[in-house]
């Protein structure tokens, strides 16, 4: 099982900035595909951002341009930069990992966008 730990999250003014990170334990980093999704109150878990083993990402159409995310194999390390950000971006924030026989996730950090 790989373990997951969020951080970065928190209160930001709309038009603002956040970077989320997320630490993987795992000797096997280098071949998950690593994403972010999110779940705001009263929504589905839905799909921010994944970047795949040898760095092509996917975005959601509502964070294109806003959001990029990136990940740092040597240090077990993907990141989310939120820029711009709005208020229906608030919601609670996933990293996943993700390889062709498991599916791990974090425990969650809070994103709020609020003036």
């Known amino acids: 099982q790989v373990q997951l730990v969020e951080s970065g999250g928190g209160l930001v003014q709309p038009g603002g900035s956040l970077r989320l990170s997320c630490a993987a334990s795992?000797?096997?980093?280098?071949?998950?595909?690593m994403g972010w999704y999110r779940q705001a109150p009263g929504k589905q878990r839905e799909l921010v951002a994944t970047?795949?083993?040898?760095?092509?990402?996917n975005y959601a159409d509502s964070v294109k341009g806003r959001f990029t995310i990136s990940r740092d194999n040597a240090k077990n390390m993907v990141y989310l930069q939120l820029n711009s950000l709005k208020p229906e971006d608030t919601a609670v924030y996933y990293c996943?990992?993700?390889?062709?026989?498991?599916?791990?996730w974090g425990q969650g950090t809070q994103v709020t966008v609020s003036s």
């Open positions: 996943n990992a993700r390889s062709i026989v498991r599916s791990d």
């Open positions: 795992t000797n096997f980093f280098s071949i998950y595909t």
């Open positions: 970047v795949t083993s040898g760095g092509t990402t």
